[in-house]
Protein backbone atom coordinates (compact mmCIF):
# COMPACT_ATOMS: atom_id res chain seq x y z
CA UNK A 1 0.00 0.00 0.00
CA UNK A 2 2.52 2.05 0.54
CA UNK A 3 4.90 1.58 -2.49
CA UNK A 4 1.44 2.61 -4.17
CA UNK A 5 0.79 5.85 -2.84
CA UNK A 6 4.79 6.77 -3.22
CA UNK A 7 4.30 6.17 -6.74
CA UNK A 8 1.09 7.79 -7.30
CA UNK A 9 2.76 10.97 -5.56
CA UNK A 10 5.70 10.70 -7.33
CA UNK A 11 3.67 10.55 -10.56
CA UNK A 12 1.55 13.22 -9.59
CA UNK A 13 4.62 15.59 -9.25
CA UNK A 14 6.52 15.04 -12.53
CA UNK A 15 3.11 16.42 -14.24
CA UNK A 16 4.24 19.54 -14.10
CA UNK A 17 7.75 18.85 -15.69
CA UNK A 18 5.22 17.87 -19.26
CA UNK A 19 2.69 21.10 -18.60
CA UNK A 20 1.85 22.84 -21.95
CA UNK A 21 2.62 27.48 -21.70
CA UNK A 22 -0.33 29.39 -20.82
CA UNK A 23 -1.50 32.25 -22.31
CA UNK A 24 -4.11 34.91 -21.50
CA UNK A 25 -5.73 35.49 -25.10
CA UNK A 26 -6.57 39.21 -25.04
CA UNK A 27 -8.91 41.36 -27.24
CA UNK A 28 -6.52 41.55 -30.28
CA UNK A 29 -5.63 38.57 -31.24
CA UNK A 30 -2.98 37.78 -34.02
CA UNK A 31 -4.15 36.04 -36.38
CA UNK A 32 -3.69 32.15 -36.80
CA UNK A 33 -2.20 32.16 -40.03
CA UNK A 34 0.39 34.44 -38.61
CA UNK A 35 2.27 31.51 -36.52
CA UNK A 36 1.29 29.03 -39.02
CA UNK A 37 3.35 31.51 -41.99
CA UNK A 38 5.75 31.86 -39.29
CA UNK A 39 6.44 28.55 -38.96
CA UNK A 40 6.90 26.85 -42.49
CA UNK A 41 8.76 30.11 -43.43
CA UNK A 42 11.32 28.38 -41.33
CA UNK A 43 10.81 24.85 -43.31
CA UNK A 44 8.24 23.66 -41.03
CA UNK A 45 5.35 21.47 -42.26
CA UNK A 46 2.31 21.50 -40.39
CA UNK A 47 -0.19 18.48 -39.54
CA UNK A 48 -2.44 20.16 -37.17
CA UNK A 49 -3.52 22.82 -35.29
CA UNK A 50 -4.89 23.60 -32.39
CA UNK A 51 -5.21 26.30 -29.49
CA UNK A 52 -4.62 24.31 -26.56
CA UNK A 53 -6.37 24.40 -22.91
CA UNK A 54 -4.46 27.60 -21.69
CA UNK A 55 -5.34 29.73 -25.01
CA UNK A 56 -2.17 29.00 -26.96
CA UNK A 57 -1.90 28.31 -30.49
CA UNK A 58 -0.13 25.24 -30.79
CA UNK A 59 0.81 23.66 -34.09
CA UNK A 60 2.32 20.43 -34.50
CA UNK A 61 4.62 19.41 -37.89
CA UNK A 62 7.84 18.56 -38.86
CA UNK A 63 10.96 20.06 -39.00
CA UNK A 64 13.77 18.49 -40.85
CA UNK A 65 12.28 15.42 -40.36
CA UNK A 66 11.38 15.76 -36.54
CA UNK A 67 7.79 15.50 -35.06
CA UNK A 68 7.39 19.03 -33.27
CA UNK A 69 5.08 20.79 -31.04
CA UNK A 70 5.51 24.61 -31.24
CA UNK A 71 3.68 26.91 -29.30
CA UNK A 72 2.64 30.60 -30.03
CA UNK A 73 0.95 33.19 -27.97
CA UNK A 74 -2.18 34.59 -29.30
CA UNK A 75 -1.48 38.04 -28.52
CA UNK A 76 2.01 38.78 -29.94
CA UNK A 77 2.42 35.90 -32.53
CA UNK A 78 6.09 35.22 -30.87
CA UNK A 79 6.79 31.31 -30.21
CA UNK A 80 6.94 30.44 -26.70
CA UNK A 81 8.49 26.78 -26.53
CA UNK A 82 8.88 24.31 -28.89
CA UNK A 83 8.99 20.57 -27.62
CA UNK A 84 10.13 17.62 -29.67
CA UNK A 85 7.09 14.96 -30.39
Request: overall charge negative; glycine content about 10%.
Amino acid sequence: MKKTLLAAIMMLAAVPAFAEPSCNPGAELTPIWQSIKTFEDEGGEVMSFKINGGGCYEIYGKVDGANMEVFFDPNTGEELDRIEA
